[in-house]
Structure formats: structure tokens, C-alpha cells
């Protein structure tokens, strides 16, 4: 379910490699969040390739450090469209998502109570 409430049937994975070479069933497989994926999806990309797979995540982290898998990912990949939000500061268009609270956990779920975004600018500021 996404965060306006649109939701789509789901599968649940573990490990991308062993769950991805059994999907038989449909011509176009999107995955959402890949940087919490493990390196197995790189592998499990190149086993759909007669698919459409549609990837979208993060590609840095809440310090602005780039997710290596996600890195990887956009080098094989087609086609990449990196979206922008709107800067919560000055407006601008922004890619950082620095975290609002302490906790210093690589990956915590969230969302406005938890991160903002900020353009480059305002977050090197
Ligand atoms: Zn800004």
C-alpha cells in the first residue's frame, strides 16, 4: 500500500533471488523499497528479464550516503527516473531525507514524523 492509500496485490520476500525465479504468473513485476533488499536482487532482476520489472526505493540514506544495491541497480537498469520531492525548508526540489529523530538504525520505517526532505542546499546548510 502506498502512502495515498493505493494498494495493489502484494507478496511478501525474504530473499529476492528465490522468490523472483518462481514468478511465472504475469508480464510486468513491481518491487517497492529495494534498498532493503539483499544482493540476490541483482541476480533476480536478470532472471526476469523477459518481464517489465519495475524497481523504486531510495538511493541515499538519511545521512545522504548512496544504498550500494540501489547504486547497482541504476547502472543495469533500462531506463532510471529519479524523482524529486519539495524541499520542506525553501521549497526547492529536494532528494535528501535526513531523519528527524536520534535513533542511528542504518533502516527505520517512517514517515513525516520520522524524516524530512531538504534540497542540497539546506541539507549541507
Ligand atoms: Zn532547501
Known amino acids: 500500500m502506498s502512502h495515498n492509500s493505493k494498494s495493489l496485490p502484494a ?3 525474504r530473499k529476492a533471488k528465490d522468490r523472483l525465479s ?8 513491481g518491487i517497492y523499497k529495494v534498498q532493503f533488499f539483499d ?4 541476480n533476480g532482476i536478470n532472471i526476469l528479464a523477459n518481464k517489465r520489472a519495475i524497481l523504486s526505493g531510495l538511493d541515499m540514506d538519511y545521512l545522504g550516503k548512496p544504498f550500494d544495491l540501489v547504486a547497482r541497480l541504476m547502472s543495469i537498469a533500462e531506463y532510471v527516473t529519479k524523482l524529486q520531492g519539495i524541499c520542506t525548508q525553501c521549497g526547492a526540489g529536494a532528494f535528501f531525507s ?3 529523530s536520534k535513533s542511528k538504525w542504518k533502516i527505520l520505517l517512517g514517515e513525516r514524523k520520522e524524516y524530512e526532505v531538504l534540497c542540497r542546499a539546506c541539507f549541507y546548510d
Do not use: E, F, S, T
Not at 22 to 29: E, F, G, L, R
Not at 39 to 42: A, F, N, V
Open 11 to 13: 507478496l511478501p520476500v
Open 22 to 29: 518462481k514468478i511465472n504468473y504475469c508480464d510486468v513485476v
Open 39 to 42: 544482493d540476490g536482487l541483482i
Open 98 to 100: 535526513p531523519r528527524l
